[in-house]
């Protein structure tokens, strides 16, 4: 420890757990508090007035009121510490971590200010968890709102901070991601060999397109995803990016078979020349990936989409009521519905190589 900061040196060597499990989706919970001391001179000098506002614009439909869930709350803020802990106590291998509060990126209106809060967070992500613990990865925060200064901070991210992909906002951005102002984020993370993860989130569009707190969290996160997943097919933005892995996280997998059969269905109405990828291709080519969730139809979603693009995730500690890791993981590899070898893929091959790991 030096200045108060770790250095590489103190991070702690565990052995590989023997079941090599890799959670593709977890979280942290930053709080604005934690990355205001990171942000740059100007910021900091304003810190009361900063921090009466959120730092980051939320939605409407509050996630944790009891007319959303009654349900007893175990409602965890891990630091590094405890979170190692949950490593230990599921016996996982790695975990690769997403934000909280800063998924929501999207909605800043402001694109000096979206560049000055993701590299706040992606240092605060650097120094408070990915340089103390081996088993902790990082997915950088983007600021799409410059698309020159999220290259630069994807290649930052990656290079500096050893972050293994950059995150795309399913939500809050004027334009869907299939659009050609993205592109050069697409093509640098191809051109580094490092993933992007479409991780779905609610937005302030969300206020005027329902009515209950339950069918935001029924529908505000696979909507996003299906979205933004046409919007790059039919845009093309795979056809010469040959490296380059996407994920789509945090809605499950249940939608996708549907929408690959759709799409595809229209697809053989454009003509030869002009037609993008089709997504069957990407699947065999190992480039798309979805969460693995625990829907009805995932036994059927394995034999449309097959075993090689599932990903499983812990969620913690989003999950505030199953957030016993030793629990959620024995759970998975107790499923009946999935043959060992998927299990084994999902938990391990598929995240590692989706990952680069």
Not at 96 to 109: A, E, K
Not at 125 to 146: I, S, Y
Not at 204 to 228: G, K, S, Y
Not at 243 to 266: H, V
Request: include cysteine.
């Amino acid at each position: 420890m030096e200045n108060g900061k770790p250095n590489r040196k103190s991070i702690r060597k565990r052995p590989t757990p023997r079941n090599g499990i890799i959670d593709a989706d977890g979280h942290v919970r930053e709080t604005d508090e934690q990355i205001m001391e990171y942000m740059s001179a100007g910021y900091r000098s304003r810190r009361e007035a900063m921090l009466y506002f959120p730092l980051v614009p939320h939605h409407g439909w509050h996630r944790s009121i009891p007319a959303n869930d009654f349900r007893y709350q175990d409602f965890r803020v891990p630091d590094w510490r405890e979170w190692a802990g949950k490593l230990d106590e599921g016996n996982i291998e790695l975990t690769v971590l997403y934000p909280t509060r800063f998924m929501h990126i999207g909605q800043i209106g402001n694109p000096r200010y979206a560049v000055e809060l993701c590299r706040a967070y992606n240092d605060f992500l650097h120094e408070q968890f990915l340089t103390q613990d081996r088993r902790f990865r990082g997915m950088a925060l983007l600021p799409l709102q410059d698309v020159p200064s999220a290259v630069k901070e994807l290649r930052r991210a990656v290079k500096s901070h050893g972050m293994v992909g950059g995150i795309l906002p399913a939500e809050g951005l004027p334009l869907p991601l299939g659009h050609a102002l993205y592109r050069p984020i697409f093509i640098e993370a191809d051109r580094l060999g490092c993933a992007l993860s479409v991780h779905s989130c609610t937005s302030l569009r969300d206020n005027d397109r329902f009515l209950q707190p339950n069918e935001v969290a029924t529908l505000a996160h696979v909507i996003p995803q299906m979205r933004q997943f046409t919007n790059i097919i039919f845009s093309g933005v795979m056809n010469k990016l040959k490296k380059l892995r996407l994920g789509f996280l945090e809605a499950g997998c249940g939608w996708a078979p549907f929408l690959i059969s759709k799409i595809e269905e229209r697809l053989e109405r454009v003509s030869p020349n002009e037609r993008p990828v089709l997504p069957s291709e990407l699947l065999a080519r190992k480039q798309f990936f979805f969460q693995c969730g625990e829907e009805s139809t995932t036994e059927r979603d394995v034999e449309l989409l097959g075993d090689d693009c599932l990903l499983w995730a812990s969620d913690f500690p989003h999950e505030a009521t199953r957030t016993n890791l030793h629990d959620l993981v024995k759970e998975f590899f107790d499923r009946k519905d999935l043959p060992a070898a998927a299990k084994n893929k999902i938990a391990h091959a598929n995240p590692k190589h989706f990952y680069a790991l």
